[in-house]
């Protein structure tokens, strides 16, 4: 049995500063609150937790005068959180991935031109929410194009577009001629991360030269659900697993070169486990 991985997968820039700056800041020796998951993995999350983070879904969870850190996840949050951080005298330590900082400073910048601010991305995605946080609570999220069906645009009506920086460019693009269609006016930023455009890439390319594709990563991360996807669409057989344990020995029967990737937020140790049982698979 043959096993390949992909060229780009795993932990991406982004993620892995965040967690480099998530282990920094736990031994500080002061109450850390993680704001939601740090990412969209449950082993990182549990990891942290070991060293003692706590995890809140709002700051309302965290204790007056508790001279404490807020951890800022990957995702970014909208600007109410750090004025409200403020407020709790909390110091606040940001590990927004750089792109997605691009990309709300994209989202303020269209609404202060008074433009109409159009998201490509998943509807409750923390990245998502905060983006229509930094276009003042006015952006409108769609996922497809018959999203954008119930969208009445007056004549004149300026508008600018980018998308969650996990989108597909293919699909991104799709969605930006189909709203060009409806404004006249209307500024496109493409603000999807290199790192997601490679991993994509690098993945679909594999998954057409193997029999089976194994895509790692958690339920919840949006770019490792978005690389299943593309897997899939070439017509290999493809599974994506959270960890070694979902591994079903029946897929790798007969298969005798299987492709290996894993999404953005999934740690080393999670995939090279995945890969040890593989080699030690029966041929």
């Given at each position: 049995?043959?096993i390949?991985?992909?060229k780009?997968?795993?932990?991406c820039e982004?993620?892995?500063?965040?967690?480099?700056?998530?282990?920094?800041?736990?031994r500080e020796?002061?109450?850390v609150?993680?704001?939601?998951?740090?990412v969209?993995?449950?082993q990182?999350?549990e990891k942290?937790t070991?060293?003692?983070?706590?995890?809140?879904?709002?700051l309302?969870?965290?204790p007056?005068?508790s001279?404490?850190?807020?951890?800022?996840?990957?995702?970014g949050?909208?600007?109410?959180?750090y004025?409200t951080?403020?407020?709790l005298?909390l110091?606040?330590?940001?590990t927004?991935?750089?792109?997605?900082?691009?990309a709300?400073?994209i989202?303020?910048?269209?609404?202060?031109?008074?433009?109409?601010v159009?998201i490509?991305?998943?509807?409750?995605h923390?990245?998502?929410?905060a983006l229509v946080g930094?276009s003042?609570?006015?952006?409108?999220?769609?996922?497809?194009e018959?999203d954008?069906a119930?969208?009445?645009?007056?004549p004149?009506?300026?508008?600018?577009i980018l998308?969650?920086?996990t989108?597909?460019?293919k699909h991104f693009?799709?969605?930006?001629?189909a709203v060009?269609?409806?404004?006249a006016d209307?500024k496109e930023?493409?603000t999807?991360?290199?790192?997601?455009?490679?991993?994509?890439d690098?993945?679909?390319?594999?998954?057409k030269?193997?029999?089976l594709?194994?895509v790692?990563g958690d339920k919840?991360s949006?770019?490792?659900k978005?690389?299943?996807e593309?897997?899939?669409q070439t017509?290999t057989?493809?599974?994506q697993?959270q960890?070694?344990e979902?591994l079903?020995?029946?897929?790798l029967a007969?298969?005798k070169?299987?492709?290996?990737?894993a999404?953005?937020?999934t740690?080393?140790w999670v995939?090279?486990?995945?890969?040890?049982?593989?080699r030690?698979?029966?041929?």
């Open positions: 049995m043959e390949r991985v992909a780009h997968s795993g932990f982004g993620v892995e500063r965040a967690f480099r700056i998530a282990e920094e800041t736990a020796g002061k109450p609150f993680m704001l939601g998951n740090l969209h993995n449950k990182v999350v942290l070991g060293q003692g983070v706590r995890t809140v879904a709002s309302a969870e965290v007056t005068n001279d404490g850190i807020l951890l800022i996840s990957a995702h949050v909208p600007p109410e959180v004025a951080a403020r407020n005298k110091k606040v330590v940001d927004t991935c750089p792109w997605v900082k691009k709300q400073k989202a303020k910048e269209l609404t202060d031109e008074g433009r109409l159009i490509v991305g998943d509807r409750g923390p990245e998502v929410k930094w003042g609570g006015k952006g409108i999220v769609v996922e497809k018959s954008l119930g969208l009445a645009l007056a004149g009506t300026k508008v600018g998308a969650q920086t989108q597909s460019e693009a799709q969605m930006a001629a060009k269609r409806r404004a209307v930023f493409d999807i991360c290199g790192a997601t455009t490679k991993r994509q690098t993945a679909t390319l594999l998954a030269q193997v029999e594709m194994l790692i919840m949006a770019n490792t978005r690389l299943t593309l897997c899939s017509g057989e493809t599974h697993i960890t070694v979902e079903d020995a029946r897929w007969g298969k070169r299987i492709g290996v990737t999404g953005a937020s740690p080393e995939v090279e486990a995945v890969i040890k049982a593989l030690s698979a029966p041929a």
